[in-house]
């Protein structure tokens, strides 16, 4: 009698213990009006219950294979974990459920490396730790064989977030006391720049200084400090929207917490997704554009939505100086992803807001790394509407003469 009783009274307790106890933690969240805040949420798929490992995804810090532990003393080291692994699995979720593919559905687990310094090497995974230590940005990276004779493992494609480097914004040494805040450094470059993306602005800018020495470039590593991801729409957007609780950006500072940013998070995952067809040999107009247009519709924010609309230089309401289209734009890797994002987030005119998640998708197809804006990515735009349009013979016209009119 008396064992039946301690049975009993277990019982409940095995029960609970098969059952996998959820798990939250504070990551940064959107919220409706698109400020980042930061909340807890429960974590999807985890495997583990100590630390970041999922069924898709494993976070680990730098160069490190185990995952970060989920009560790891770097309350910021979790913060970006979080935040990273439950944007990652939104997104894949996405490309699962909304687009049905089937290529993210079977893609195995991907290692997530924050606060990673170090170079991407093509045949050595990691480049040296002294060579030119990497902040404020992310980056995809593709899979790679290793080098057995030397002990490198084989690598799958992976994500990879760096740490933050505070730069003050008065030593980008831009000219005239208006400028002196990074608020006036955007609305200069929206004003005045609308050919090329924020970080090539702000290289021009400090560029522009008169030839800084070897040792103080080396010591600022301008040209990489401030390469970030994405178009200068969204960095724009993100900008604006930031809380100070996320960080992104203050007024007297600049850095970017990659790892704390739900787009950046989102336009890396699409990277991945999008490799299928969009291999990620090096970064080129079209790829960043295809990258940011999704990062556009994962974020699912109207706000974020109406402030593309407005601003984007292809035909944005607000956009001081539209962007007509060059020859140039076609050998320059970054400054004209802008371009190819407009172009992408204006077919929703002719498509609709919600075909043209699917319409995107299915371009990829049709596209590759390498396609040049003015033959691939229109003959490519031009087939989809073929298959995709409601009224395909309209519906191109109506695409070519709004081409027409950007100088294409
Ligand atoms: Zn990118």
Redesign the pocket.
Known sequence: MKTLFTFMLLLPTMIWAQVAQPIKANIVLRDASFKARISSVELPYLISDTTFDGQFFKVVQGKNDEAISLTNEDEELVLRAATTYYHLNLARDWYVNKMKSTYVANLPKLVIRVDIKNQFNELGHYANDALDPQFNNA??IPAGEGLAGRGIKPWNMEIWFRPVKKVNIKDLKIKGDAMGEWGSVLASFRQQMHMSTLQRFLAQLVQSQTNPSPASQDFFGWENLIRV??TSIMLEAVYQFADPLSRAFSRKWFWLDTALVPEIIY??FS?VALSDHLVLSH?TAV??GM?DYFAGEIANSPNLATRIKTYNTFNGKKATRKQQYSVQFETTDYANSDFVFGMLWDLKTIVGDDSSPEFVYSLREKIDTNSSIRKQLIEGILKTCEEKCELPFVDKLKILQRYNARGI
């Open positions: 980056l995809t991801a994405g336009h890396e990277h970064s790829i960043e990258a």
